[in-house]
């Protein structure tokens, strides 16, 4: 029996971007426009995004590298005001693991023509699998990705 | 102007119960309806728990009298979902809290369960966040201490 452990861990990322809140609000609520930047890096399989972009609706995405151990990202939105906030919780499986539960806050804000977002993650690791350090990478890395997508 | 603030705190208890009974007290609905939901002064409007990972934990009530926070013509709406259930040992739950249908915190927290001795250490972590016109962490887990100090009394009658 895995021995349990239970690690809680807080991060904050903030970004300004050159897009306006409705852009980068709406790279995170329409299903098409997450589509393209929400993912692991570029060389893991990718099965196919799902998005229900609602209170109440869920999101689900899985990858990993070819052969790998595949990550599941399994998502809900509790909150939702157009381009100003979102608020979700979700949870990261390794194949059939659970390794994560996370409260996710982003946060919205004009700048001028542009937007400054402000991601609040407070996250429960569990068991030994993953730790803040980790996920916070992996978070700016996504990040990176979605900048990416609204330069574009 | 959405404005959301954030918060986290932990609460240990010990019962004098073992971790398989301060458990039950959690996955329940008869046993969770008694302390978690039902209170002196409180119109309880609806409660459904169905304790299961991706099931739901909804409730609607009242305050009565009213008080200095919130007036007694507020219906206040909790809805949970169990992410993680170990039995005897931890849940993992997502929670928000509306007043009068608006949205006002949603939290993560863990319920953890650990024998110490004859009963059990728990310990209560939660993560917040908080929207306009939101309680705040204060007076958030004051609410829950006075919760858990329901679920001693609870264990404790349950027990003779």
């Not at chain 1, 979102?86 to 659970?98: A, G, L, P």
């Given at each position: ?25 709406d790279a995170?609520a329409n299903p098409q426009s997450k589509a393209k ?112 997508y609204?330069?574009? | ?160």
């Amino acid at each position: 029996m895995t021995k349990r452990s239970t690690t809680h861990a807080t991060f904050v990322i903030e970004r300004d971007f050159k897009a306006a809140p409705a852009k980068v609000f709406d790279a995170f609520a329409n299903p098409q426009s997450k589509a393209k930047w929400f993912g692991g890096p570029e060389e893991w399989e990718k099965s196919n995004h799902k998005l229900d972009f609602r209170v109440g609706g869920k999101e689900s995405v899985s990858g990993g590298p070819p052969g790998g151990t595949v990550h599941h990202y399994n998502a809900e939105y509790w909150d939702i005001v157009p381009n100003e906030r979102i608020v979700s919780s979700y949870e990261m499986h390794m194949d059939k693991t659970r390794i994560s539960v996370s409260l996710a806050s982003m946060e919205f804000k004009q700048n001028g023509a542009g937007t400054t977002f402000v991601l609040t993650e407070q996250g429960i690791f569990l068991d030994g699998y993953d730790d803040a350090g980790e996920r916070e990478r992996g978070t700016r890395e996504l990040l990176d990705q979605l900048e990416t997508y609204l330069n574009k | 102007m959405a404005t959301t603030t954030h918060a986290s705190f932990v609460i240990e208890r010990r019962y004098d119960a073992s971790p398989h009974r301060v458990y039950a007290a959690w996955s329940d609905p008869a046993a969770k309806r008694q302390w978690f939901v039902e209170g002196e002064g409180w119109e309880i409007q609806s409660y459904e728990l169905d304790f299961r990972e991706g099931g739901a934990e909804k409730s609607r009530f009242r305050h009565l009298k009213g008080e200095e926070t919130f007036g007694e013509k507020t219906i206040f709406g909790n809805e949970t979902v169990f992410n993680e259930i170990a039995p005897s040992e931890r849940i993992i739950f997502t929670y928000s809290m509306d007043r009068n249908g608006v949205r006002f915190s949603v939290s993560l927290a863990s319920v953890e369960f650990k024998a110490a001795g004859a009963g059990t250490r728990m310990i209560f972590t939660e993560h917040a966040a908080f929207f306009e016109g939101g309680d705040g962490a204060q007076l958030r887990e004051a609410g829950w201490r006075e919760l858990l100090g329901k679920l001693d009394r609870y264990l404790k009658g349950a027990a003779s």
